[in-house]
Every structure is written in C-alpha cells, then in structure tokens.
T-cell receptor, first 114, second 109 residues
Framework: IAGITQAPTSQILAAGRRMTLRCTQD?????MYWYRQDLGLGLRLIHY???????GKGEVPDGYSVSRANTDDFPLTLASAVPSQTSVYFC?????????????FGEGSRLTVL | GQNIDQPTEMTATEGAIVQINCTYQ??????LFWYQQHAGEAPTFLSY??LDGLEEKGRFSSFLSRSKGYSYLLLKELQMKDSASYLC??????????WGAGTKLIIKP
C-alpha cells in the first residue's frame, strides 16, 4: 500500500542523546515536511524539502536537522535531545513543491525525552 | 502576525448537523484546508477552498469567504465515527501552512 512510513512509532529517550526519526514515502512526491504536534497547539513546521537535495527551515527548526539525499527519504535528527522536544512528530509529503496539493501524513512518532 | 482561530471543542448529537468555524489572518492567501484527525492517528485531508463559496463532498461541505477571512466545515447526518479533531489550515503567500489548534468534535448518541 502506497504511503508514508515513519519509524519508530514511539521512543523514550534520555536527555542529551542523539535520535533520528525516519520517514520514507513511495508516492514519488517532491515535497516533504516534518511537523510536531503538541496539545493545545496547531501543527508546527520544523523543516521542509521542496525537492531532493534541498531543505528549508520551518517555524521551529532549532535543535533539529534534516537531509534529503533522495526523493523517498527525509530523516529528522535531534542532535542532543531536550525535554521540550517531547512531542508527536509527523512526517508528510505532497506532490507539489508549491504546496497547493494535499498533504499525506505518516502515522506519527511519539517521542518522550526524560 | 499570522493566526488561525477555531473553537477548542464542540458537542453534537448523532444524526444532526454541526458547523465548525475558522477565522484566519495570513500574509497573503493561497487557500484554506480542512483535515480530520482521529485520536492517536494522523491527519487526513478533507477539503481545500481557494475561491469564495461552498464546496460539497458527500456529508461534508466547506465554505470560504476571503473578504472576511472566514471558513467553516459543515458536517451533516453525523455519525459516531465523525468524533475526531478537525484542523483548519491557511496557506500564506509563501505557500506555508498556518495551522489552527484543532476543534475536538464529540458526538453523542
């Protein structure tokens, strides 16, 4: 079944540790996104990529990095996790770099930083 | 600044109609999206409006007024499975989505 796969589904992490959330899509979408979702807040964009080889910063990029080596994969790395990064992380893709297409979301990665 | 406002929570009865409102302020405008998100799951696309007026899609309809910075999602013949959060998002001039916090809809029998 075509779609977006995220891993891990959930993770408990000690503060200061490095963590990479994986995201893979098989829809050949150009654009990919990482959001975090916190209770009472809207989805907040962390980083995005309009096409393979390019990335950009979203609303809340500090403490996170991404890479887009190919069309399918868009990993998100927390270099040194802090408790404020406890959140649910959603990867998404769309088939238009301008974002006029609908977003397709992965199932989310629930991260707890202690 | 850019902002999206929508009610935090609404309650409705199975079989009834409910309207979820959303007001937005963005730098430029390239459309208004509605997504549905069941608890513990990913958001899924419901509708996209870029022109004024009503778009109907089965039991769900979405309305947009660009001059008023206003949209609503109308759900008819409510079913228990419609219990979910409904997310409003406006796209600004840079094609970035500004998301509301979501409206949690509770359906009662």
């Amino acid at each position: 079944i075509a779609g977006i796969t995220q891993a891990p589904t959930s993770q408990i992490l000690a503060a200061g540790r490095r963590m990479t959330l994986r995201c893979t899509q098989d829809m050949r979408h150009n654009a990919m996104y990482w959001y975090r979702q916190d209770l009472g807040l809207g989805l907040r964009l962390i980083h995005y990529s309009n096409t393979a080889g390019t990335t950009g910063k979203g609303e809340v990029p500090d403490g996170y990095s991404v890479s887009r080596a190919n069309t399918d994969d868009f990993p998100l790395t927390l270099a040194s996790a802090v408790p404020s990064q406890t959140s649910v992380y959603f990867c998404a893709s769309s088939d238009s770099g301008t974002g006029t297409g609908e977003l397709f979301f992965g199932e989310g990665s629930r991260l707890t930083v202690l | 600044g850019q902002n999206i406002d929508q009610p935090t929570e609404m309650t409705a009865t199975e079989g009834a109609i409910v309207q979820i409102n959303c007001t937005y302020q963005t730098s430029g405008f390239n459309g208004l999206f509605w997504y549905q998100q069941h608890a513990g799951e990913a958001p899924t696309f419901l509708s996209y409006n870029v022109l004024d007026g009503l778009e109907e899609k089965g039991r769900f309809s979405s309305f947009l007024s660009r001059s008023k910075g206003y949209s609503y999602l109308l759900l008819k013949e409510l079913q228990m499975k419609d219990s979910a959060s409904y997310l409003c998002a406006a796209m600004d001039s840079n094609y970035q989505l500004i998301w509301g916090a979501g409206t949690k809809l509770i359906i009662k029998p």
